[in-house]
């Protein structure tokens, strides 16, 4: 998606400064509205020598019935609506596939900025096609919410305005798109409250824990619904669990996305199942080019939280000056971060002693540029399903002002990695922004450690003490008398072999541990060890490496 900015050289400071620049993308097909170019023969001009783009005759609906009667393709059909509506288009190619470069090509459709879905395809032209017919699907049913109408035809130039200035969308169409988007992510925090309040009024003693939630919400063309939500601060103090019924981190986004993967685990058995209309329901469909399963078109997925993250994300003074202060401390806060029961380090932290703590994982704020990058979907649903990115981060946090920190850590830290990945993973960059807190952090010490989970489907939640790892006693759910989590790795791992079972693969089925069905998981691990190495050569740090034996464990 972006081109790689060379080895790290020098200082680490040096890649604070170099991940600043704007990146260039290697090759781009664009259109630039008539308006916008001054040469007589491609426009109109006025009195004053001001030039306007002659006035169009064809509708936007006339374009668009005739592409949906297959008398155009969708490339012609953008350009087409590009010169009509006058908004700018571009269609650039952003990555090459790195395990088999030079037979594969990916191309995503920008329009006045806003970017659309990636294509991909064994030629240039095959993956522009599939780029516009993958950006149709959202782009056509936003021009018709606006009411285009075309002005008629005429030789007489406009009249001059008066005291009237022209609306944003009468000058870029699909800027004002982008901002009705924006407006409708206002819409998010709105669906995540509502869904709170619904299970805080259920269970109103647990309602101290509210206010570090974490939701993943999908969107569609008929609004935004929670799928999964989590809460809590912590990490378990107890040692390593062998037998995976322990949670290590109880964090609310780390507990948001284990809910996230329940919910898709739930929808890879309805798409399995023998019953057509739970198949239809499915949010999967499958994809002939790849022939795993992907996300249907027009859903996106989308991740508020109510906290800025824990790491690199907390803004400080440092990012707010880079220029006025060391190499060394840009680094350290920019850096990799591990998190130690609720704690943060620098990876380059002198003060923290690891071979004093237990239980030690990276921060959430490096699991999100994990994510990002890997999917939000893990190693074990990479056997069944394309990674599965967010769209958008929204932060509620109302003592945060400054989500510098969040873009750098996120996106910046990894641009330039996507050249060097397997197929079908990429750096997503997500549009991150703060909107309105659906709650408010609560003084009660009493339930500090504990954090809730949910996901659709689930008839009530689950509480967990994020220090023990575990169920609490007077959890609305409980899951046995062993009081291990529905989040823990070996409920995951059961999941696993159902859908297996489902999907018919035999060859996953026979796996004999969780670590082994992740280590199968070829693409994804590939995936990993990229992300791992570009980040240490970038100056960031060595990610975490976990003892091996918290894996070897079976059903």
């Avoid at 604070?16 to 704007?22: M, N």
């Avoid at 781009?28 to 020598?49: D, I, R």
């Avoid at 994300?313 to 000056?321: D, E, F, G, H, V």
Wanted: with cysteine.
């Amino acid at each position: 998606m972006f081109p790689g900015r060379g080895s790290f050289r020098g200082s680490r400071g040096a890649s604070f400064s170099q991940i600043l620049r704007k990146n260039l993308p290697a090759t781009t097909e664009s259109y630039k509205p008539l308006a916008t170019l001054n040469h007589p023969s491609q426009g109109v001009f006025n009195q004053q020598g001001e030039s306007y783009a002659a006035k169009p005759t064809v509708s936007p609906k006339v374009l668009i019935d005739k592409y949906t009667q297959g008398e155009t393709h969708a490339v012609s059909l953008l350009h087409q609506l590009a010169q009509v509506l006058q908004f700018h288009l571009e269609i650039k190619e952003t990555t090459t596939t790195g395990n088999i470069q030079g037979f594969y090509f990916a191309f995503c459709v920008m329009i006045d900025g806003v970017k659309y879905k990636t294509g991909m395809g064994i030629t240039k032209k095959e993956a522009r096609l599939k780029a516009a017919q993958l950006a149709l699907p959202e782009l056509l049913p936003t021009l018709e919410s606006l009411n285009y109408v075309l002005p008629e035809a005429s030789d007489v130039p406009p009249p001059l305005p008066v005291k009237e200035e022209p609306s944003i969308s009468d000058i870029h169409p699909c800027r004002a798109i982008h901002e009705r988007k924006s407006s409708v992510n206002l819409q998010i925090p709105q669906a995540v409250k509502d869904q709170l309040t619904k299970l805080m009024n259920s269970h109103p003693e647990f309602s101290a824990c509210a206010g570090t939630t974490a939701a993943f919400i999908i969107q569609t063309s008929t609004g935004c619904e929670v799928v999964a939500l989590g809460t809590g601060n912590f990490n378990t103090k107890e040692s390593a669990s062998m037998s995976g019924r322990i949670v290590h981190d109880s964090h609310a986004v780390v507990t948001a996305r284990r809910s996230l993967m329940r919910f898709l685990y739930r929808h890879l058995l309805m798409f399995f199942s023998k019953t057509a209309n739970l198949t239809e329901k499915s949010i999967f469909q499958q994809n002939s080019s790849s022939g795993l399963l992907s996300l249907k078109n027009g859903i996106t997925l989308h991740l508020y939280v109510n906290q800025l993250p824990k790491g690199a994300a907390i803004p400080s003074k440092l990012r707010l000056n880079p220029l006025s202060i060391s190499a060394w401390q840009v680094n350290n806060e920019i850096s990799l971060h591990l998190s130690v029961e609720g704690k943060v380090f620098s990876v380059f932290s002198s003060s923290f002693d690891q071979s004093a703590s237990k239980v030690v994982s990276m921060s959430a704020t490096d699991k999100l540029t994990q994510w990002q990058v890997l999917g939000y979907q893990g190693a074990l649903l990479s056997h069944f399903i394309e990674p599965v990115y967010v769209q958008s981060i929204l932060i509620g946090d109302i003592d945060c002002s400054d989500i510098r920190g969040m873009k750098i850590s996120v996106s910046q830290r990894v641009e330039g990695i996507t050249s060097q990945l397997p197929m079908f993973y990429c750096m997503m960059r997500p549009y991150i922004s703060l909107v309105p807190s659906v709650a408010t952090n609560s003084a009660d010490k009493c339930q500090l450690t504990y954090g809730i989970n949910w996901s659709e489907g689930d008839s009530s939640v689950e509480v967990v003490d994020g220090l023990e790892g575990k169920t609490v006693e007077q959890s609305p759910f409980k899951s046995g008398p062993a009081l291990a989590s529905r989040l823990c790795k070996a409920a995951m791992l059961h999941r696993f072999k159902l859908v297996a079972k489902e999907a018919q693969r035999q060859d996953l089925r026979a796996t004999s541990s969780y670590k082994e069905a992740k280590r199968m998981a070829k693409p994804y691990q590939e995936a990993k060890n990229v992300l791992k190495a570009f980040l240490l050569q970038q100056g960031f740090g060595s990610w975490l490496v976990k003892l091996s034996f918290s894996d070897n464990f079976s059903m």
